[in-house]
């Protein structure tokens, strides 16, 4: 038997380290050829560390959330015959990783294990020790001589599960189910469970306090900031840093443009796919830009260089369940209203499933930013480092407008634009936004040259 080393390869691009995100094996595992190690993350991008041989886990060479150097060591398996360490030379192996950490799969790559986001006390009452696989300790045994199956803490977010009479109980009582451990499969919350909760309540609350939904809160969590969550603090620190932000919103009109997408939508939706809002702006941001070069570029801060672009690759910041990417539509100015939408759609789903690539993540020259129909009225968008400019979408409603000295009612929506002030003079930027706005509220200007 010997021992085969897996380094940190070297991923191409200049870039010296990257950031352990997650392990697929741990300490004792048997892994075949070619099977998945490890995720590691360098920028956005997240790469698959894949394993060279077939044997047995001997030692990981991290944690989850280090920072590893290319070239250093990733994991050590047992192999048949020989391996490539050779005697004397580096024999001593590296710190075993703990168990918790090298826990199982990650999914999508970059997300917090739920151990990481695990409530570190129960609320309003004692901590329950949590196990390597997630559970808390035993409830308390429902006769002299069984013992209850182990309490399932749920991670924040996760629905409780009971029954209506449960559920009717629980409202009785004044108890949030969100916070009562469940024993029953799959983590039911029992009659058992809630009066068990209430018992350890009203130890814990001060006197004349009836009411649990009034209870004491002592619960805490602690949420480690690795792989993308990371990054993103990185990139958003950098952004306002060095860029001096200055944000202008205007209002506009989006009756005809919505008249205009549902009747496209009928003709054309089953066979071309259907139109949101998106593909409309993203062509009048297209045909701003042809006459506002200035806010479709990147600026170098330390070469004091701004570089304008005439081809327009727009980041679409898109939300996923490891936090916020921003792939890139390359070649805007070359899309149809379809063609945009179809691209929107195959790279936000590539980036959610984690599969988008470094290539589909960088190089874009500007960017939108859009929180859906959360958009509220006003936002503060932050530039995407080293661009200069980004377009916020808020929510769109129907107010009551004055047209003609009648008041009418009429679907509005704002952009919220935000512009780094040292190329980006305020007139600028307004005449920018007010040429979008020309072309949303008449949309045959947008397919007029």
Not at 414 to 420: A, H, K, P, R, T
Request: aromatic share 4%; charged share 20%; proline share 6%.
């Amino acid at each position: 038997m010997g021992i085969h080393i897996i380094k940190m390869p070297d991923i191409g691009e200049g870039i010296a380290e990257v950031e352990l995100v997650a392990w697929h094996v741990k300490v004792g595992d048997m892994v075949a050829e070619d099977q998945i190690l490890a995720d590691v993350m360098t920028d956005k991008a997240t790469v698959e560390i894949p394993s060279s041989v077939a044997g047995k886990v001997l030692a990981l060479g991290g944690t989850v959330g280090q920072v590893m150097a290319v070239g250093s060591e990733v994991i050590r398996i047992e192999v048949e015959g020989a391996g490539n360490l050779k005697p004397g030379a580096g024999s001593a192996a590296p710190a075993v990783v703990p168990a918790a950490q090298a826990a199982a799969p990650v999914s999508p790559p970059a997300a917090i294990p739920a151990a990481a986001v695990a409530p570190v006390k129960a609320a309003a009452a004692p901590a329950v020790p949590h196990g390597t696989n997630g559970s808390s300790g035993s409830a308390p045994a429902r006769n002299g001589n069984t013992k209850a199956p182990a309490a399932l803490v749920r991670a924040p977010g996760d629905k409780p599960i009971a029954s209506p009479a449960v559920r009717r109980q629980a409202w009785d009582l004044g108890v949030e189910l969100q916070f009562v451990p469940g024993t029953g499969t799959a983590g039911r919350i029992t009659h058992e469970d809630l009066q068990a909760y209430v018992a350890r309540a009203a130890q814990a609350q001060p006197a004349g306090v009836a009411d649990q939904r009034y209870a004491q809160r002592l619960d805490e969590q602690t949420v480690p900031v690795i792989g993308l969550r990371r990054k993103i603090a990185q990139k958003m620190q950098e952004a306002k840093r060095r860029i001096p932000h200055f944000t202008y919103v205007e209002e506009v009109d989006m009756t005809e443009l919505e008249t205009l997408r549902v009747r496209l939508n009928a003709q054309h939706g089953k066979e071309r796919g259907r139109l949101t809002v998106l593909p409309f702006l993203v062509r009048a941001m297209v045909l701003a830009a042809r006459s506002h070069p200035e806010v479709n570029a990147r600026y170098d801060d330390e070469a004091a260089v701004e570089t304008r672009f005439g081809a327009v690759h727009l980041g679409i910041a898109t939300q996923t369940q490891g936090g916020l990417m921003v792939p890139v539509i390359r070649h805007a100015e070359t899309l149809d209203l379809w063609a945009c939408a179809a691209e929107v759609l195959r790279l936000s789903e590539s980036a959610r499933s984690g599969k988008a690539s470094r290539d589909e993540l960088t190089g874009s020259t500007i960017t939108i930013t859009s929180l859906g129909a959360l958009g509220g009225i006003v936002s503060t968008p932050v530039i995407n480092h080293p661009e200069v400019a980004i377009v916020g979408v808020n929510r769109m409603v129907e107010r009551p407008m004055v047209r003609n000295g009648a008041v009418v009612v009429r679907q509005m929506m704002n952009l919220s634009s935000s512009f780094d002030h040292r190329v980006v003079d305020g007139m600028n930027a307004a005449e920018f936004v007010q040429k979008i706005r020309g072309y949303l509220e008449c949309p045959a200007t947008l397919f007029v040259e």
